[in-house]
């Protein structure tokens, strides 16, 4: 998968930073070709009063200003994404039970998942930010499919306590929007980003390093 197409498009040598220890993030920039530190926020989300576009990017945006200041010359890549439902937010399930509350509450309706990029240059202070949101239809979900996919595990750590790139896609109906989205980082948006933020041409790919 190439991430620019134009080898005559400038490069830069800035490092780049992701602000997140999502494996499901570490994953999409390794796979688009990018050379990146991993160095996860302590930022601390609180503010739930919000929209879910408004929370997604006051997330984004404290999640990069927070791993900025640790570095002198980079670009720091902070994401969020929310997950909800009519009034509800989506987090992660507390317990099972919470769990097959929140597939229950899914199950055979639409939710919106909304998610913010926040890209900081630390020398510079310039900053740009976005947000993608794309609509989930899950099919109807039975006792016995709720029960099975519980027991799975594979929600357990999820917003909305599934994963479309897994079992969890196959109760997914439809998408309106970006698939890579719902998965935790709207690549197509990011290349936008960090265009604007100077970077045309990725570094060759290498291995992903841990701060």
Not at 51 to 68: D, F, M, R, S, Y
Not at 70 to 93: E, W
Request: glycine share 8%.
């Amino acid at each position: 998968m190439r991430f620019y197409d134009s080898e005559a498009m400038k490069s830069t040598d800035k490092q780049i930073i992701l602000a997140s220890a999502s494996p499901r993030r570490k994953e999409l920039l390794e796979s688009i070709g990018l050379n990146f530190t991993v160095h996860p926020s302590n930022f601390e989300e609180k503010d739930t009063h919000l929209t879910p576009h408004e929370l997604a990017l006051h997330n984004a945006i404290g999640k990069a200003q927070k791993v900025a200041g640790h570095y002198r010359d980079a670009l720091i890549i902070g994401v969020d994404t929310v997950v909800s439902f009519q009034d509800h937010f989506l987090g992660k399930p507390k317990d099972k039970e919470d769990h097959k509350r929140i597939l229950r509450l899914l199950s055979g309706t639409t939710h919106k998942v909304s998610t913010a990029i926040c890209i900081i240059n630390s020398n510079t202070e310039k900053n740009v930010s976005a947000v993608e949101t794309t609509l989930v239809t899950m099919d109807r979900l039975d006792e016995a499919d709720i029960e099975a996919y519980v027991n799975s595990g594979e929600g357990d750590d999820k917003a909305a306590g599934y994963a479309i790139q897994g079992i969890g896609g196959l109760y997914v109906k439809k998408i309106e929007g970006d698939y890579f989205n719902v998965v935790g980082l709207p690549i197509f948006r990011l290349r936008k980003l960090l265009k604007e933020m100077g970077l045309t041409k990725p570094p060759k790919p290498g291995k992903i390093h841990s701060s």
